[in-house]
């Protein structure tokens, strides 16, 4: 990746990133390949160290940052480039997009997920909040949603991952999209794993995942009502995950709560913590939302992590 720098080669930069580079390595001096854009006054090769990644507020072994380093050696020009995107990051204040995927309607209008309206709204109210950008994308067909998620993965700007789902279930691992086709939970996480996408490796991915898991209702008392579910059995093989959280509505073979007025019960109880205690680990988060979804006779919500799963803020 040096070298790249050193000759003033960005779009090598973005192809070396791609390949798995390690796009923040040191020389000796501890001079990251973005410290020696900087000092060689070279902004089209800083501009594509940012854009996959590379750590702006890194130091070297005399305590500078980039930016302190365009500073010293005089380079205006980068100096005030890197000075603007620092101070775009901090007033976004943002560890990474939330994604909501909301699957509302369906061939079979007798399908159609009443009430999930408000999910999207409670959503965009709750993660506005907590400065995320919010992206609702609602009744996707597969393979609009195959698209947007092969997006997400080119995403070299991205420092963490929030996919929300919303659908009907047909196995434990599989929902639906709004044109009636499957989606495999396993293969979809497969698309974020270290090798299949090297710009998310060791950043945190979430999946917050309210669909059916089967075909049984949890034994509560006064629950809402909600529509029924098909089985569909899947036996997927697949790349085991690293730095990623699934939390599930409920738990294997049980359906998840939807009031038809008011929406999901998991993303009722998830935006009123979230609302109530935006500065909570996710850890803590989610035994809050069991306690609550308990409490108001809800389904059971499940935590699927694969570690190494450091704490996470939103």
């Given at each position: 990746m040096h070298y790249a720098v050193w000759w003033n080669q960005p779009r090598c930069v973005e192809q070396l990133a791609k390949l798995g580079a390690y796009i923040d390595a040191r020389d000796l001096k501890q001079i990251t390949p973005i410290m020696l854009a900087v000092r060689e006054n070279m902004t089209e090769c800083v501009k594509a160290l940012v854009a996959v990644g590379s750590d702006v507020l890194a130091t070297d072994d005399k305590g500078r940052t980039p930016l302190d380093i365009a500073r010293f050696e005089g380079r205006r020009r980068v100096?005030?480039?890197?000075?603007?995107?620092?101070?775009?990051?901090?007033?976004?204040?943002?560890?990474?997009?939330v994604?909501?995927?909301?699957y509302v309607d369906f061939p079979d209008p007798r399908n159609k997920r009443h009430g999930s309206e408000s999910d999207s709204k409670n959503i965009m109210d709750t993660f506005k909040n907590l400065n995320h950008d919010v992206h609702i994308h609602t009744n996707c067909t597969l393979?609009?949603?195959?698209?947007?998620?092969?997006?997400?993965?080119?995403?070299?700007t991205l420092n963490a991952l929030i996919?929300?789902?919303?659908?009907?279930?047909?196995?434990?691992?599989?929902?639906?999209?709004?044109?009636?086709?499957?989606?495999?939970?396993?293969?979809?996480?497969?698309?974020?794993?270290?090798?299949?996408?090297?710009?998310?490796k060791g950043k945190p991915k979430i999946f917050l995942a309210n669909f059916c898991r089967g075909?049984?209702?949890?034994?509560?008392?006064?629950?809402?009502?909600?529509?029924?579910?098909?089985?569909?059995?899947?036996?997927p093989k697949y790349e085991v995950p690293h730095n990623l959280v699934t939390i599930h509505a409920s738990t294997e073979g049980i359906k998840a709560v939807r009031h038809v007025h008011h929406g999901s019960i998991f993303i009722i109880c998830l935006c009123k913590?979230?609302?109530?205690?935006?500065?909570?680990?996710?850890?803590?988060?989610?035994?809050?939302?069991?306690?609550?979804?308990?409490?108001?006779?809800?389904?059971?919500?499940?935590?699927?992590?694969?570690?190494p799963t450091e704490d996470f803020y939103f």
């Open positions: 100096g005030i480039w890197l000075q603007d995107h620092i101070k775009k990051i901090s007033q976004k204040g943002s560890k990474g997009p994604h909501v995927f909301n393979i609009e949603t195959q698209a947007k998620f092969e997006e997400l993965k080119k995403n070299w996919i929300i789902i919303l659908s009907h279930g047909t196995d434990r691992y599989s929902f639906q999209t709004s044109d009636g086709s499957i989606m495999d939970l396993h293969k979809l996480r497969q698309m974020f794993g270290d090798k299949a996408c090297p710009s998310l075909t049984f209702p949890e034994y509560v008392q006064d629950a809402p009502s909600y529509p029924g579910a098909t089985l569909i059995s899947t036996k913590i979230l609302k109530e205690n935006p500065k909570w680990e996710l850890k803590i988060i989610f035994n809050e939302l069991h306690r609550l979804m308990k409490e108001i006779h809800g389904t059971t919500p499940m935590w699927e992590g694969f570690p």
